[in-house]
T-cell receptor
Framework: GNSVTQMEGPVTLSEEAFLTINCTYT??????LFWYVQYPGEGLQLLLK?????DKGSNKGFEATYRKETTSFHLEKGSVQVSDSAVYFC???????????FGTGTRLTIIP | DVKVTQSSRYLVKRTGEKVFLECVQD?????MFWYRQDPGLGLRLIYF???????EKGDIPEGYSVSREKKERFSLILESASTNQTSMYLC???????????FGDGTRLSIL
């Protein structure tokens, strides 16, 4: 079956630091990959996505590249801000399948 | 823009009560989902629906049921609430398979 493994949190960084949150997956076929973000007190919002190998998703300064050879989809940002403090979820879905498989989430805190 | 609305942000109920959580979407989307979110476990799928009156069990359906009488509304029912159902509940809607899901802000449910 499908599974998603994220790096354990919580992660605490200083403002303007470089961010990496690791995500690896196990899936049959060629899944689509997503990063969702959950700000305090809110539901999940789609941050970025990639639908095939070597695609790079990007949004709000965040990037992630679909690496089929390493089954990874690591989230990166060059310079984080306090407003990036949130919980980040990596997820996948198989083509033709409605369901998402989520990682356990990584809580990120940025300190000024 | 996409809008998924959950009827309550916070709810407190007693053990043994029948509890209804309501979710409405304004996008005419076919697929709707109910998840629960618990620390360290990420999001787990309870039920989903791919059409009016159609439903399918997710990963943890025990103790729950759902109702989808109209396309825009998907209700989660706790038949006899128990303390281990204290959690954050998230509803989502999706247009077609393999596309992002759009989430509501969640209902934090406490069972006393």
């Amino acid at each position: 079956g499908n599974s998603v493994t994220q790096m354990e949190g919580p992660v605490t960084l200083s403002e303007e630091a470089f961010l990496t949150i690791n995500c690896t997956y196990t899936a049959t076929g060629y899944p689509s990959l997503f990063w969702y973000v959950q700000y305090p007190g809110e539901g999940l919002q789609l941050l970025l996505k990639a639908t095939k190998a070597d695609d790079k998703g990007s949004n709000k300064g965040f990037e992630a590249t679909y690496r089929k050879e390493t089954t990874s989809f690591h989230l990166e940002k060059g310079s984080v801000q306090v407003s990036d403090s949130a919980v980040y979820f990596c997820a996948l879905s198989n083509f033709g399948n409605e369901k998402l498989t989520f990682g356990t989430g990584t809580r990120l805190t940025i300190i000024p | 823009d996409v809008k998924v609305t959950q009827s309550s942000r916070y709810l407190v109920k007693r053990t043994g009560e029948k509890v209804f959580l309501e979710c409405v979407q304004d996008m005419d989307h076919e697929n709707m989902f109910w998840y629960r979110q618990d620390p360290g476990l990420g999001l787990r799928l309870i039920y989903f629906s791919y059409d009016v009156k159609m439903k399918e069990k997710g990963d943890i359906p025990e103790g729950y049921s759902v109702s989808r009488e109209k396309k825009e509304r998907f209700s989660l029912i706790l038949e006899s609430a128990s303390t281990n159902q204290t959690s954050m509940y998230l509803c989502a809607a999706q247009g077609i398979s393999n596309q992002p899901q759009h989430f509501g802000d969640g209902t934090r449910l406490s069972i006393l």
